[in-house]
C-alpha cells in the first residue's frame, strides 16, 4: 500500500506491506523492517531493529490521527493520492472532543467556553513526562465546553474540551 501523508505540516510517501505481525516499509529513502504488537487499542508497541517505540494513536477526524512516540505528539493526515487532497470533506462537521494524549497535569488552559477557535489552534495546554502538548481543535468554530482547570490531573483520552 502506498500513502502520501502529511505530518506536522510535512508530506512523506509511505509504502509499507504487511504479512502477520511484521511490516516492510519505507518512507522517503529510508526501509524498515518492523514487528508490530497491539497489546490494546490504538496503542502499538513497534520493534525495529534493537529498538522498541510505543506509539499511541488517536483520531481527530476521519484522516486526521493525532500519534504520540516517546512523549512527542505528531499530527498525521492521511493524502488522497489521486486527487492530492484530503481524503475526508473540508470541513469537520459536529462537535470534536480534545482529549489528552497521556497522563498529565494541565498547565494552561488557553480558550474558555464560549471562545472562537480556529482549526489547529491550541485550546488547552497538558504536561505529560515534562513535555508540554498543546492540545489544538481540528476545526474552525466555537469552544462550547471546557471540562478541566489549570492544575488539574488528567488520564489518557480524558475528554479535556468541545469544539463546535
Known amino acids: ?5 502529511e505530518i506536522q505540516g510535512r508530506q512523506i510517501s509511505i509504502e509499507f506491506e504487511q504479512r502477520d505481525s511484521r511490516i516492510q516499509a519505507r518512507a522517503g529513502s529510508s526501509h524498515y ?10 496503542v502499538y508497541s513497534l520493534l525495529v531493529g534493537n529498538r522498541v517505540y510505543e ?4 483520531a481527530l477526524a476521519q484522516d486526521t490521527f493525532n500519534v504520540t512516540i516517546r512523549g512527542h505528539v505528531f499530527t498525521a493526515r492521511i493524502i488522497d493520492r ?12 459536529g462537535r470534536q472532543n480534545l482529549v489528552a494524549p497521556m497522563p ?10 464560549g471562545d472562537e477557535v480556529a482549526a489547529g489552534q491550541g485550546v488547552v495546554v497538558v504536561e505529560a513526562m515534562k513535555m508540554q ?8 468554530g466555537r469552544v462550547i465546553e471546557v471540562r478541566v482547570i489549570e492544575g488539574a490531573t488528567v488520564n489518557a483520552n480524558q475528554v479535556l474540551a468541545v469544539v463546535e
Not at 523492517?33 to 490504538?42: A, F, H, N, S
Not at 506509539?55 to 488517536?58: L, S
Request: charged letters at 35%.
Open 55 to 58: 506509539a499511541r494513536v488517536w
Open 104 to 113: 498529565g497535569k494541565v498547565v494552561r488552559v488557553i480558550l474558555a467556553a
Open 133 to 140: 502538548n498543546e492540545i489544538k481543535s481540528p476545526k474552525a
Open 33 to 42: 523492517d518492523i514487528e508490530v504488537v497491539t497489546p490494546e487499542e490504538g
Open 82 to 93: 489521486k486527487h492530492r487532497r484530503p481524503v475526508s470533506e473540508p470541513g469537520i462537521e
Open 1 to 5: 500500500m502506498k500513502y502520501d501523508v
